[in-house]
């Protein structure tokens, strides 16, 4: 049962200071304001988020024309209010620090040291603002040679070694390697960003502290190597890419059916043999050269071309819903398509829409946040640059119309 509209958030009375763009900053801000959190996202008047015009596509307006907000833009910045405030005028300055002294949280992308020119560092807020919990987002975070750099997820991919892993498995035609699909870097940056600022306020919280937080890409990117780092470091053996297998358990990858194609995730030795009951190959499980994940291990050549032919004769139905009932684990290939009108995916709520100040609704991919007490909560689409300006100005520290019309006038907002 979905609690009623008026139970508080779980971040409720937090307000964040936005001071990023592209995907890994909006990505943390846009689970904490998932969460009840108030995001005050700071935009360039005029230009805003870069990613506003990373398209097509665009919104369509209710006239028919594209508007300036991308798809990708969309994809991160529900839940926040947007203003636009010009950080290299001194005026935009101290705007700036009014709305940071009213605010629990600061969370920036720039480049390292950049933001010690308009006095918004962490080392100047933090003496006044003790209680400030500030989040730094980079490429490759604030200490190290490559610090000073500009970082991008791509970067981070290769540098982390994930591109490594990913693509056809070597020596197969075009396997070099690959990056993900999406910029997974970012997307996991901003996440363990989330988690970390959330820590930050219970410790500051307790303590009255606030502090620094300094998040990288490719701290991040090395960190989820999990078990293929953990692979390498345990046995001194350099992780090669194997295509779609899975380099701890046999048979685990994609296979080709009659029509199509399908995952096989045989996780345990119980698994396979059920898979070799359901195929009409019971001996297959009774073979010292397969009876186990070690031997089937020594022996994947083999038994993936035997599953391979397998699994050949049959359509994608008769495998994904026969293996399901056998208690095998087995799924059809998606496309985005087919993701979206998966009756899983629809029964779980994954696709929103929502009201844009372009006249039309936006669809908007959930978060997959599920809480019995205190649900995420779609409150803000995504703005339009500069959409909140008098709205926040006003609310946070009391500025009245006529105040904001001449700070308009003179380009600091």
């Given amino acids: 049962m979905v609690p009623p509209a008026m139970t508080a958030l779980p971040l409720d009375g937090i307000r964040i200071f936005d001071l990023t763009r592209i995907l890994a900053g909006p990505t943390c801000t846009q689970t904490l304001g998932d969460l009840g959190a108030d995001v005050i996202k700071i935009e360039r008047a005029g230009a805003g988020d870069d990613t506003r015009k990373w398209g097509p596509p665009y919104v369509i307006g209710k006239d028919g024309k594209p508007t300036n907000e991308s798809a990708y833009y969309l994809a991160a910045n529900r839940n926040k209010r947007s203003i636009s405030l010009d950080l290299a005028k001194p005026e935009g300055q101290a705007l700036a620090k009014r709305l940071i002294a009213k605010s629990d949280v600061m969370i920036e992308n720039f480049k390292v040291g950049d933001l010690a020119k308009f006095g918004l560092d962490y080392g100047t807020l933090s003496a006044e603002f003790p209680r400030l919990v500030y989040c730094s987002i980079t490429g490759f975070g604030q200490t190290g040679p490559y610090a000073p750099r500009a970082g991008y997820d791509m970067l981070a991919q290769g540098l982390g070694g994930i591109m490594s892993i990913t693509g056809p498995a070597e020596g197969t035609p075009g396997g070099q390697p690959h990056k993900v699909g999406v910029g997974i870097a970012d997307i996991m940056t901003g996440m363990y960003a989330a988690l970390s600022i959330v820590a930050a306020l219970r410790h500051r919280d307790r303590t009255g502290e606030g502090q620094h937080i300094d998040m990288a890409l490719l701290d991040t ?65 009774k073979d010292p050269k397969f009876a186990t994940n070690p031997s089937r291990i020594a022996n994947r050549a083999e038994i993936v071309r035997i599953v391979g032919d397998i699994l050949r004769e049959k359509p994608q139905a008769h495998w994904v819903e026969g293996l399901a009932k056998a208690g095998v684990p087995c799924s059809p290939v998606n496309d985005i398509k087919q993701v979206f009108e998966d009756p899983q995916v629809v029964a779980r709520g994954m696709r929103i829409d929502m009201p844009h100040a372009a006249g039309v609704d936006v669809p908007l991919i959930a978060s997959p946040i599920k809480m019995s007490k205190t649900p995420p909560r779609y409150r803000h689409a995504p703005p339009v640059c500069g959409q909140h300006t008098e709205e926040v100005l006003g609310e946070l520290l009391g500025l009245d119309a006529a105040a904001v019309a001449d700070l308009r006038r003179r380009g600091v907002v």
Avoid: M
Wanted: with cysteine.
């Fill in 221 to 285: 990117q090395v960190s989820w190597l999990a078990n293929e780092g953990t692979n390498y470091l345990v046995s001194g053996k350099v992780p090669v890419r194997q295509g779609n297998a899975h380099p701890n358990i046999v048979p685990y990858e994609v296979f080709g059916c009659a029509d199509g194609f399908v995952i096989l995730a045989v996780g345990n030795d119980g698994q396979f043999g059920k898979f070799c009951d359901f195929a009409g190959r019971p001996e297959l499980a």
